[in-house]
């Protein structure tokens, strides 16, 4: 009898690749792999960083999971290869990968849609590699203080800052431009910081439990989130009683709203005073390693790592299929 692993042919385990969080890409992947492998799924690692994305094709893999994060994997690029090629993969397609790894451009989208987003203010450099004196002073007095500074297309919290005095403004504008040409300020909100996963497509879609996040000195860095084990994860989350429905629906919306499937994870902050929840981001490749919090959210949802990522692999798809009767 044939096992639920081999049912999913030769699968590639994207993970690694050229971006800043290649790092963590890579102990995302090694745990999707394990998991993978040990459900009887013929599961191997693929490094884009090593190999071309075409030997995908040529090696015969049916299908493949991505676990690569930030640029090159989580913003539409890998996606649109996979399309050309034909192969299945895992997580949103290509157009809604590209808009959500772009904060502003989720940003527009949000407010465009009348979902609750903090202020910001876009700086983009100018033809000589400045960002423009006059507007950078105003900053603060558009968004207020403290604020947030960090680099559009992300994730991790690499080169973010919270601002607190307009003297620092300037060297976190610096931190942020050595990961990005466009540097997003936004609006602080002080309260209580949480995320939530999403599993499936469209209608289907449905959201895991609220992980609330007590991080020391309220400070979620890239440390912090990956390599520190004084970060505090919650889940039950302790919210008052009918937010976690309210956040679980939002963060739906929004998932929805960009079009995202198969799966990914929104990040939510609750402004302490009217406790209004606002949308930070969506990421559309979350992190699988000892710390990331899609397996910690799917485990309170009684859903092993294991079954998690077979649920997510079961999701593999194409944005565009080939009509039948059509040339290859």
Request: glycine share 10%; with cysteine.
């Given at each position: 009898?044939?096992?639920?692993?081999?049912?999913?042919?030769?699968?590639?385990?994207?993970?690694?690749?050229?971006?800043?969080?290649?790092?963590?890409?890579?102990?995302?992947?090694?745990?999707?792999?394990?998991?993978?492998?040990?459900?009887?799924?013929?599961?191997?690692?693929?490094?884009?960083?090593?190999?071309?994305?075409?030997?995908?094709?040529?090696?015969?893999?049916?299908?493949?999971?991505?676990?690569?994060?930030?640029?090159?994997?989580?913003?539409?690029?890998?996606?649109?290869?996979?399309?050309?090629?034909?192969?299945?993969?895992?997580?949103?397609?290509?157009?809604?990968?590209?808009?959500?790894?772009?904060?502003?451009?989720?940003?527009?989208?949000?407010?465009?849609?009348?979902?609750?987003?903090?202020?910001?203010?876009?700086?983009?450099?100018?033809?000589?590699?400045?960002?423009?004196?006059?507007?950078i002073n105003a900053i603060p007095d558009q968004l207020g203080?403290?604020?947030?500074?960090?680099?559009?297309?992300?994730?991790?919290?690499?080169?973010?800052?919270?601002?607190?005095?307009?003297?620092?403004?300037?060297?976190?504008?610096?931190?942020?431009?050595?990961?990005?040409?466009?540097?997003?300020?936004?609006?602080?909100?002080?309260?209580?910081?949480?995320?939530?996963?999403?599993?499936?497509?469209?209608?289907?879609?449905?959201?895991?439990?609220?992980?609330?996040?007590?991080?020391?000195?309220?400070?979620?860095?890239?440390?912090?989130?990956?390599?520190?084990?004084?970060?505090?994860?919650?889940?039950?989350?302790?919210?008052?009683?009918?937010?976690?429905?309210?956040?679980?629906?939002?963060?739906?919306?929004?998932?929805?709203?960009?079009?995202?499937?198969?799966?990914?994870?929104?990040?939510?902050?609750?402004?302490?005073?009217?406790?209004?929840?606002?949308?930070?981001?969506?990421?559309?490749?979350?992190?699988?390693?000892?710390?990331?919090?899609?397996?910690?959210?799917?485990?309170?949802?009684?859903?092993?790592?294991?079954?998690?990522?077979?649920?997510?692999?079961?999701?593999?798809?194409?944005?565009?299929?080939?009509?039948?009767?059509?040339?290859?």
């Open positions: 009898m044939k096992s639920v692993g081999a049912t999913f042919g030769k699968v590639a385990v994207l993970m690694g690749g050229l971006s800043a969080e290649r790092e963590i890409s890579l102990m995302s992947g090694q745990g999707v792999l394990q998991a993978l492998c040990s459900r009887g799924v013929d599961a191997h690692a693929f490094d884009p960083a090593e190999r071309d994305i075409s030997e995908v094709k040529k090696n015969g893999f049916a299908r493949c999971f991505i676990a690569l994060h930030g640029r090159f994997g989580e913003d539409g690029t890998v996606q649109g290869a996979l399309e050309l090629l034909g192969i299945p993969y895992t997580g949103s397609g290509v157009m809604a990968s590209s808009m959500a790894i772009d904060k502003v451009m989720t940003k527009r989208v949000m407010f465009a849609e009348g979902l609750p987003t903090p202020g910001y203010v876009l700086l983009q450099r100018d033809a000589r590699g400045a960002y423009g004196g006059a507007d203080l403290p604020l947030i500074v960090k680099p559009s297309r992300e994730g991790s919290s690499l080169g973010l800052t919270k601002v607190t005095d307009r003297a620092g403004l300037a060297e976190a504008i610096a931190l942020a431009a050595r990961l990005d040409a466009d540097i997003l300020c936004e609006q602080f909100i002080a309260g209580d910081e949480v995320t939530c996963p999403v599993l499936g497509t469209g209608a289907a879609a449905r959201a895991l439990p609220v992980i609330r996040i007590v991080a020391p000195d309220g400070n979620y860095d890239y440390q912090n989130k990956y390599f520190t084990n004084t970060t505090q994860y919650l889940v039950p989350c302790g919210l008052p009683d009918g937010e976690e429905v309210v956040i679980q629906q939002l963060v739906l919306q929004a998932y929805r709203t960009l079009n995202c499937r198969g799966w990914a994870r929104a990040d939510v902050m609750i402004d302490q005073r009217t406790r209004k929840p606002y949308l930070l981001e969506i990421n559309t490749s979350p992190g699988m390693t000892g710390h990331s919090l899609v397996p910690m959210s799917a485990r309170a949802a009684g859903i092993s790592y294991e079954d998690l990522c077979l649920e997510v692999l079961k999701t593999a798809a194409l944005d565009y299929q080939t009509p039948k009767g059509a040339a290859p």
